[in-house]
């Protein structure tokens, strides 16, 4: 992969099939730098499999992707080492002195300064994800790649994540996709929403724009994108 245009990955003609079943056909798509892009689409349209493309996780049948050699991912299991201090679970790869001092302001900026040599089985299932959000941050990513990172979380801690990374992003400003089931997730954190259907970009809609007047339209649109009917109680 190679940046282009200053964007923070480009696909285009994007094509992945899984012997004669066709996942991916013919996709395109921009994200910009401190762009937040939330993907929805039914189980098995193509979403994880265009964000593994995107990561270099899985390879593609035809068409390019422009954007860094590796991109930060966060998963919905925090995937941390648990023999492994949190500092060193963040640091991972990294030079080990200059890794360290990353890792513990990384920390810091995630919410738990002071805990770099705690342990990961110490952590709320909240907590390993922020030690999994610093993890993937420390780098100064150009795109960072979140699949339903917040999916496994209670309802008040997954409020508090994602009032997290939007801080983390407007700080740290990556291109992000967020793919995920929950609507009410997309329009709280992204931009801009994509709803995924047939391997292809069904639809596009701009979070500021269809929200001027209250989430709610935007809601209903969504949900009838993904074939759910809401019907209105009688006054």
Same mark, same amino acid.
């Given at each position: 992969?190679?940046?282009?245009?200053?964007?923070?990955?480009? +696909?285009?003609?994007?094509? *992945?099939?899984?012997?004669?079943?066709?996942?991916?056909?013919?996709?395109?798509?921009? /994200?910009?730098?401190?762009?937040?892009?939330?993907? %929805?689409?039914?189980?098995?349209?193509?979403? $994880?499999?265009?964000?593994? &493309? %995107?990561?270099?996780?899985?390879?593609?049948?035809?068409?390019? /992707?422009?954007?860094?050699?590796?991109?930060?991912?966060?998963?919905?299991?925090? *995937?941390?080492?648990?023999?492994?201090? %949190?500092?060193?679970? +963040?640091?991972?790869?990294?030079?080990?002195?200059?890794?360290?001092?990353?890792?513990?302001?990384?920390?810091?900026?995630?919410?738990?300064?002071? *805990?770099?040599?705690?342990?990961?089985?110490? %952590?709320?299932?909240?907590?390993?994800?922020?030690? &999994?959000?610093a993890r993937a941050l420390v780098r100064e990513p150009s795109l960072l790649l979140l699949d339903e990172p917040f999916a496994a979380l209670d309802a008040l801690t997954r409020i508090k994540m994602h009032e997290?990374?939007?801080?983390?992003?407007?700080?740290?400003?990556?291109? +992000?996709?967020?793919?995920?089931?929950?609507?009410?997730?997309?329009?709280?954190?992204?931009?801009?929403?994509?709803?995924?259907? @047939?391997?292809? /970009?069904?639809?596009?809609?701009?979070?500021?724009?269809? $929200?001027?007047? @209250?989430?709610?339209?935007?809601?209903?649109?969504?949900?009838?994108?993904?074939?759910?009917?809401?019907?209105?109680?009688?006054?």
């Amino acid at each position: 992969m190679s940046l282009q245009n200053n964007a923070a990955v480009v +696909v285009r003609d994007l094509h *992945r099939h899984y012997g004669k079943r066709i996942v991916i056909e013919g996709l395109n798509l921009r /994200i910009e730098p401190g762009e937040f892009v939330a993907m %929805l689409g039914e189980s098995g349209c193509g979403k $994880t499999t265009l964000l593994r &493309a %995107l990561a270099g996780l899985d390879p593609v049948d035809g068409g390019s /992707i422009d954007g860094p050699a590796q991109p930060a991912v966060v998963f919905q299991e925090h *995937r941390l080492l648990p023999w492994a201090p %949190l500092w060193q679970n +963040v640091a991972l790869g990294m030079d080990t002195a200059e890794g360290k001092a990353k890792a513990i302001a990384a920390l810091q900026e995630v919410g738990l300064g002071g *805990r770099e040599n705690d342990w990961p089985r110490n %952590l709320s299932g909240g907590q390993a994800q922020r030690v &999994a959000l610093a993890r993937a941050l420390v780098r100064e990513p150009s795109l960072l790649l979140l699949d339903e990172p917040f999916a496994a979380l209670d309802a008040l801690t997954r409020i508090k994540m994602h009032e997290l990374i939007k801080d983390l992003v407007a700080l740290h400003r990556p291109g +992000v996709l967020l793919v995920t089931h929950d609507v009410d997730e997309a329009i709280a954190l992204a931009d801009r929403i994509l709803v995924m259907r @047939g391997g292809r /970009i069904a639809s596009t809609y701009e979070v500021a724009a269809e $929200t001027e007047s @209250g989430p709610q339209s935007l809601r209903h649109k969504l949900l009838g994108q993904l074939g759910v009917t809401l019907h209105e109680r009688a006054a």
